[in-house]
């Protein structure tokens, strides 16, 4: 039985030779894990859009650079995780910073009913409940923070999707943590 590994393999191995229906059958199958990882880092659908098309394109130009020894899912998570990686760097110097904020209260911080909690815009809410905390950390942080928590990775497969050591992995989690607390603290949220 073919597993979805050998499937990207021979898809990519297609798309290398210049075959364009194999590398879109590639977006196809992946594009909703990659549309997933993305909305962690921005939830704006038309943003959204834009990183995935912009992972795929980066996918395509370093087609030549994944090598079979892992999957090629990962490689390709990586990737989106770059891509939103750059975009939270670029949403960092826009002119809404954290001292502009203090003392205005945390943004979206009404409570709502407990039948609205499933609603999509609540779950928007959060996202950018989330987004406004990590946009203060610096980028490697932010990273580590959605791997871990936002995607529930490992620190294990954190260490090997960033190609950090694990120990390394350790103590910027550790760090990375100890920052957003005090964020949290200073907006008054618990846990």
């Known amino acids: 039985m073919e597993t979805e590994t050998d499937k990207d393999r021979k898809l990519v191995d297609r798309a290398r030779e210049g075959d364009l229906r194999a590398f879109d059958q590639i977006v196809t199958r992946h594009q909703g894990m990659i549309s997933r990882c993305l909305f ?41 995780y770059n891509t939103g990686h750059d975009y939270f760097r670029r ?44 946009s203060h950390l610096p980028a490697d942080d932010r990273h580590l923070l959605t791997l871990q928590y936002l995607e529930e990775r490992s620190l294990a497969e954190v260490a090997e999707i960033t190609g950090w050591s694990l120990s390394k992995t350790k103590v910027k989690s550790f760090r990375a943590k100890k920052k957003l607390r005090k964020y949290l603290t200073r907006y008054e949220i618990s846990g």
């Open 40 to 80: 962690r880092f921005c939830p704006h659908q038309a943003d959204l859009e834009d990183l995935v098309q912009d992972t795929f394109i980066k996918a395509y130009r370093k087609l030549h650079l994944w090598k079979p020894t892992a999957p090629f899912e990962n490689w390709l998570r990586r990737i989106a």
């Open 91 to 134: 949403c960092k110097r826009t002119p809404v910073t954290l001292a502009s904020r203090a003392g205005k209260g945390f943004p979206y911080e009404r409570e709502l009913p407990e039948e609205k909690q499933h609603d999509h815009r609540y779950q928007y809410q959060i996202t950018e409940q989330v987004q406004f905390l990590l």
